[in-house]
């Protein structure tokens, strides 16, 4: 239904354009204008509404579409049209008097190019925006040629700046060439004739390189060819270095090679083998020529030495030495510093890794006189990295130090031992005081268990305590406790003190002393002995001298002559200073009669008859 009535409006059209086609003849064009508004406006619907409203007669072809939005004040009516077409990629026709109106055709062109390079002509293009907006443009770089498409008037437009451009003046460029492979000189006589009239060629052999100067597009096709004939076709080349390390070479001489050159290293033999292109090749020698000279090569290096013996090892490097090399020892630091070719001193280093290797041996030193403690300490000092001290024995009559190291190191330890180890240095005289009473004997017994006593040495007892008086003395002068039968008090110290100071003033030789001397001067011991054996001594001493000895009870043997049992309690009692109630188990034992007292001041032992 829609279809169909729009038919019927076209054909209404048709009947008033043609009645008013002879008016039209007859009208100037210029000087008809319109006054239109049109808001996506259908482009067919606009171009009716002018050809009714001005009378002309407006024939759109079928495939003329499109939409106009715009809006004219007094305008002339064929510049209105041009702008509304336009839009809409149309023109219109004068046919007479009657205004065709087409579409505008698109029209391609093959555009082949001599100079110029095909692809850098369309970015010229496209960055001109030179094309209309239905325009298209294809590169086709193995024909270096352009395919142009567009409406006619653009078409010829890009055309017109396309020959412009495609000329040599215009073209020629210039590019620098630095083979990898070959030598400049070959890659120019190779190139030469693909050169144009305008092109030429620039050789700087210092840098192995080439400047040419062509139109682009032939510019382009050298660079291919020039690719093309630098491909890498290696030589292998052996290089054995005199007094440069092969080592030391490796990176600096990679610099010099090609990106596929390879170079491989022989320490041993110090050589160094380049696979690589002949220029490479000639460079690399000429290099290692220049670097592989004494004079360029001399190198000084300090060595520590940790095992062997400095001297020896000296002689030793010195008659590897090359002409050129010098020695120098610093035994205090154990150094040695050498001046010589950097093979040479690798040669030398290598030499000095497995001379002054750790070979340990054991050695036992046998301190005779010096502390244990004192010896170990020395002997660390001196010790290699890998030197220890083996566990020490313990023998009998002498001190053992056990070491593992290397020889030099066991010398210096043996002359250092040998320094500490004297008698003059270690013996000592100590004198001694003992708060409690013990006897000469009971000293001298103490004593010799812990006294030094080696094949070399034996401690001494200089001077022992005064002997006091002792119970066997009292009975040989017959001295008794006498415990009358009768009845009445006993006097203590008729008994208790008149032992008491026979004791303390009883010495050797009969000197009677005061109770002052007795308690020091009579107690005095020296001994001599090692600084190392002393605090031994020294607490056998305080031991002695401790608390538990002095409370330790004091044993004495009393004789009792006569008396009865009660009367025996009683005057024990009254010598100890205690209950007589105190005293338990007073009782008759067949012949003998024990008593037990509760005293650490006296024992009395077991009393009975003779």
Known sequence: MRKLLLFLIIGTFWLIVGSTVCSAEEANLDSITVNVDFQDTDLRRALLFISVDTGLSIIPDADVTGTVTARFIDQPVLEVLERILEVNDCEYKLVGNIIQVIRIPVVSKILPLKFALAFEVAASVESLVLLSPKGTLEVDEEAN?????????????????????????KQLRSKTFSPQFLKVERLASLIKDQLTDRGKIDIDPSTNSLLITETSFHLTRITSLVESLDTFQPERKVFPLKFALASDMERLIKGYLSPEGTLEVDEERNE???????????????????LDRAEKQIRKESFPIKYARIEDLALLLKENLSPEGTLELDEERGLISIEDTSYHLFE???????????????????????????AEEKAKELLSDKGRIVETPEPRDYVELV????????????????????????????????????TPEEVQHRLENVLTKTRDFEGKIIRLPKARYTATQAQEEEEFILIPQEEGPIERETVSERVLERQLSRFEGDELLSREKAETEGNVIEVRDLERNIANIEKLIEEMNGKDAREEPITRTFYIKEGSLERMAVAMANILGINPDDIEGLEPEGEWMEMRVSSLEIDLGTMGPE
């Open 403 to 438: 070491v593992s190291d290397v020889e030099k190191n066991l010398e210096r330890i043996g002359e250092e031992i040998r320094k500490i180890d004297k008698l003059e240095i270690w013996e000592r005289k100590r004198e001694y005081t003992l708060e409690c009473y013990y």
């Open 272 to 290: 160094l083998t380049i696979r690589d292109t002949s220029y490479y090749l000639e460079k690399v020698g000429s290099v290692l020529a220049d």
């Open 348 to 374: 030398l280093g290598r030499l000095i890794e497995q001379q002054d290797s750790f070979i340990p041996k054991k050695k036992t030193y046998r301190v005779r006189f010096a502390s244990l403690k004192l």
């Open 145 to 169: 040629s352009l395919l142009i498409s567009d409406k006619r008037p653009y078409l010829e437009e890009i055309v017109s700046f396309i020959q412009e451009l495609d000329v040599p003046e």
